[in-house]
């Protein structure tokens, strides 16, 4: 599997994951090298597993199913 974590703002690489067929993860505008949007989306995908693990199900949350 391989994840684009970013599109840097170089024209060329935004070409290189439409011929790769790869959406990324962020667009921030970024042209820094050295890994930094993997850093950022790597914050990101563990926010976004934190937030699914630590998810209580409507019935553990006390939600009602219906309004009445």
């Avoid at 930094?36 to 939600?63: C, P, Q, W």
Wanted: with cysteine; glycine share 10%; aromatic share 2%.
């Amino acid at each position: 599997h391989c994840w684009a974590a970013h599109v840097s703002a170089e024209h060329a690489h935004g070409r290189l994951l439409e011929k790769m067929g790869l959406s990324p993860l962020l667009d921030l505008g970024m042209r820094l090298g050295e890994a930094s949007g993997a850093a950022t989306a790597i914050l990101l995908l563990r926010a976004a597993l934190a937030a699914h693990a630590g998810m209580a199900s409507f019935a553990d949350a006390g939600v009602a199913e219906q309004l009445e």
